[in-house]
């Protein structure tokens, strides 16, 4: 690899809250990275557990600690991205593990497109946290993947959304192109802003898996409630269907969803997808 100060710094950046199950396990493999420019940076989110005094005790120049009071996870992700000094930014949840590969990786897709506005990856996915990486996945990560790589359409990305946080990676110049993130929005500021970010260039989710993804029980998205949860993703898609200048059909998704997400083991009857279907079109002509 190059000298690595003519290589792009990469900031990972982790927002804490009351963390001390995770955080430890987090920087060590933030920090095991085989890029050689980047650092780690941590928000504290107002934590009140031993979240602090583990991170006080990491010793590497290349960490940050930040503790900034209670803000939000919107507040808090501004915080950690404004205070960055990386060209990229690499998005790593508390609760979650990089695999080492992960910023060489994914920031060798970057440097060969320019019109990126951001990139997943896949993952694997477990329901039980570990403190370290299994060693099944260290011997398998630079493991050659098929070429299955394809740029994802807007409408795709607002149908669903299909990336996993931790992987996210993107140019610092798109957070500073779109505000940052929506610190007004109480969940889904990820999702909002991989909508707003591709008014400005492409998306992708690359084949091989970085990420070691933890389903999280206790997720603070998962402690919201249902009804939260529909109202804030009818506003995020509300705005980015403007701001995305999609079909004006699409607007009929987001009801179909509401309607077909509230059903645990079958579709909606036809019943409600008609009168969803009506809600809309009398919304359409008012």
């Not at 919107?74 to 990229?88: C, I, P, Q, W």
């Not at 920031?107 to 990139?119: E, Q, T, V, W, Y």
């Not at 990420?211 to 997720?219: D, M, Q, R």
């Amino acid at each position: 690899m190059d000298n690595p100060d003519r290589q792009p710094k990469v900031s990972v950046v982790i927002t804490a809250y009351n963390a001390e199950r995770y955080i430890r396990a987090s920087v060590s493999a933030a920090l095991a990275q085989t890029y050689p420019n980047f650092e780690v940076v941590v928000v504290d989110d107002g934590s009140f557990d031993q979240t602090g005094e583990i991170c006080a005790a990491v010793d590497d120049a290349r960490f940050r600690y930040l503790q900034r009071g209670r803000l939000g996870r919107g507040r808090a992700l501004n915080e950690g991205v404004s205070a960055a000094t990386g060209d990229y930014i690499a998005i790593n949840d508390a609760d979650d593990l990089s695999l080492p590969l992960r910023l060489e990786y994914s920031m060798s897709f970057a440097r060969r497109h320019p019109d990126l506005a951001f990139l997943g990856t896949e993952y694997v996915t477990t329901n039980v946290f570990h403190e370290h990486i299994p060693r099944e996945l260290l011997s398998t990560s630079g493991e050659a993947v098929p070429d299955r790589i394809g740029w994802l359409s807007p409408m795709t990305v607002y149908r669903r959304n299909v990336f996993v946080n931790s992987t996210l990676f993107y140019p610092k110049s798109t957070w500073r192109r779109i505000g940052g993130y929506d610190e007004r929005l109480p969940l889904s500021e990820d999702y909002d802003f991989q909508l707003r970010a591709l008014q400005y260039g492409k998306a992708v989710i690359l084949p091989r898996r970085t990420v070691l993804w933890y389903t999280n029980p206790g997720s603070y998205f998962k402690q919201k409630s249902r009804r939260e949860q529909v109202e804030t993703l009818k506003l995020v898609r509300r705005r980015a269907h403007r701001l995305l200048n999609l079909p004006l059909w699409l607007r009929l998704y987001h009801p179909l969803w509401v309607a077909a997400s509230g059903c645990t083991h079958a579709f909606p009857s036809l019943l409600t997808v008609v009168n969803a279907v009506r809600g809309v079109i009398r919304a359409l002509i008012h």
